[in-house]
């Protein structure tokens, strides 16, 4: 269970947006204390969000206004990264092209540099195109292998979050108030 204690539902929007409660960003450190307290468990273990407000503060419209504006701000959070993960793909996708294509010039390089009378600097040559051919790979391999990861990471924990059930509470525990 993930508990929040505000003195105001105010205090879960970010105070630089002007949108009202469904449309608005939630502030930055309540965003970043519910993404890093849900990245502590495993994805498939259930959570809940309970946030406690004061009797005053709690109405039927304040808890649907609440939860939907938790709901969506993680769900543009999750496109964002959706498409953060589509142009990383095919950035990876045109610098492999590009490596694949500077490796083969290497290799066709040092093919017509083995057709000359072997000398240090014809192999000197050679052994620094095939090095420099394949530091080109580095990239997208990176990618490929690496890079993609912390982003999935990243939207499934969006995705867990968009699929956390949210309660409104009246009371005060003693937990940590979310600035």
């Known amino acids: 269970m993930i508990e929040i204690e505000l003195t105001s539902p105010l205090q879960l929007f970010d105070s630089f ?10 502030d930055p450190d309540a965003e970043e204390y519910i ?15 309970v946030i406690y407000l004061p009797p005053a503060e709690v109405s039927t419209e304040i808890e649907v206004d609440l939860k939907e504006a938790i709901k969506y701000h993680f769900l543009y959070k999750k496109l ?16 492999l092209i ?12 040092i093919r017509l540099l083995a057709t000359f009378e072997e000398s240090l600097v014809n192999t000197l040559f050679s052994e620094g195109l095939l090095i420099i051919g394949w530091v080109a790979m580095w990239e997208p391999v990176h990618t490929f292998l690496y890079g993609w990861w912390p982003i999935v990471h990243k939207r499934n924990i969006y995705e867990k979050i968009i699929h956390t059930d949210v309660y409104i509470e009246i009371g005060s525990p003693a937990v940590k108030k979310v600035p």
């Open 17 to 26: 947006d002007p949108a009202p409660f469904r449309e608005k960003d939630l």
């Open 35 to 49: 993404y890093n307290t849900v990245d502590e468990f495993p994805l498939k273990k259930p959570l809940e969000i």
């Open 80 to 95: 964002l990264t959706d498409i953060e993960l589509k142009r990383l793909l095919h950035q990876g996708r045109k610098n």
């Open 98 to 109: 590009i490596a694949l294509t500077f490796l083969f010039l290497c290799l066709l390089a």
